[in-house]
């Protein structure tokens, strides 16, 4: 079968978050996957065993990188497979996250049938790492309020994402230089280019995993999403609003933000 979308997996040291991830997407979804192994030592995969945990209509591709680059250099080597063998759709999904009912064919036929549209992405539900409901991420539907609100936070969820791979040539790929915010980088620098939207449905189940990347390192995190904000910045409501917003969040704890979310599921 030959399939014009494909599903991007970073792996690092996550086997058991990675056949979870796999088994959620749905039988007859017609999609390919690459797998990127940044470097991993400690919990290495089987290809077989993944092989056999996929059971959607497509085939499975691997890469490994010799070290651990980061999930930036990971995510920019299976763009660059996806590009060289001529992938229409491109979308994202993390070890340990969950695909909700035919996730990718939703996706595919939005975008079919909004050629406007180069991104959509969908609202979200967020689990802890036992499955336990935390709450729900509704997000802006439209592309204009998605772009004012860019400026307060990333109205994509990352590993809800689907994208056509030709906006690649205009925006290049995931850039370096924004450690932890490297996704909030990209979706910014394509909503200055394209247009974006997010489906009303709850497509992706994201697990919040308190050991983490983004909760190790959030301070960096959100110092760069300032950079980015700034970045972009003009004078203007959402941008100020933005910008003094992050300032606030650089010196809140994250426990204490995650239990505001959780009042307000």
Do not use: W
């Not at 299976?78 to 759709?89: A, D, F, M, P």
């Not at 489906?199 to 983004?214: D, F, H, M, P, W």
């Amino acid at each position: 079968m030959n399939n014009n979308a494909v599903l991007l997996i970073p792996y690092y040291n996550n086997s058991e978050g990675l056949l979870q991830s796999l088994r959620s997407i749905d039988p007859d979804e017609e999609i390919d996957v690459i797998i990127v192994d940044d470097g991993s030592i400690s919990d290495k995969f089987d290809e077989d065993i993944v092989r056999s945990n996929f059971k959607a209509k497509g085939t499975v591709l691997f890469e490994y990188l010799e070290n651990n680059k980061g999930i930036e250099t990971a995510l920019n080597s299976g763009l660059k497979t996806s590009i060289e063998k001529k992938y229409k759709y491109i979308a994202r999904l993390d070890c340990g996250d969950s695909c909700l009912g035919k996730r990718f064919a939703v996706q595919k036929a939005f975008l079919e049938e909004n050629p406007e549209i180069k991104i959509v992405g969908s609202n979200v539900l967020a689990v802890d790492t036992d499955n336990h409901f935390l709450y729900s991420i509704n997000l802006p539907l439209n592309d204009r309020n998605i772009k004012n609100k860019m400026y307060l936070n990333s109205m994509l969820i990352h590993p809800a994402v689907m994208f056509c791979s030709e906006i690649l040539d205009n925006v290049g790929l995931y850039p370096l230089n924004h450690k932890f915010a490297e996704d909030y980088a990209f979706f910014f620098t394509i909503s200055r280019k394209y247009k974006m939207a997010n489906i009303k449905e709850y497509l992706t189940q994201i697990e919040i995993n308190a050991n983490g990347i983004s909760l190790k390192r959030r301070k960096q995190q959100v110092r760069s999403r300032i950079t980015i904000i700034k970045k972009h910045f003009y004078f203007g409501f959402y941008p100020i609003y933005g910008l003094l917003r992050n300032y606030v969040l650089l010196f809140l704890p994250y426990n204490l933000i995650l239990a505001v979310k959780k009042i307000r599921k």
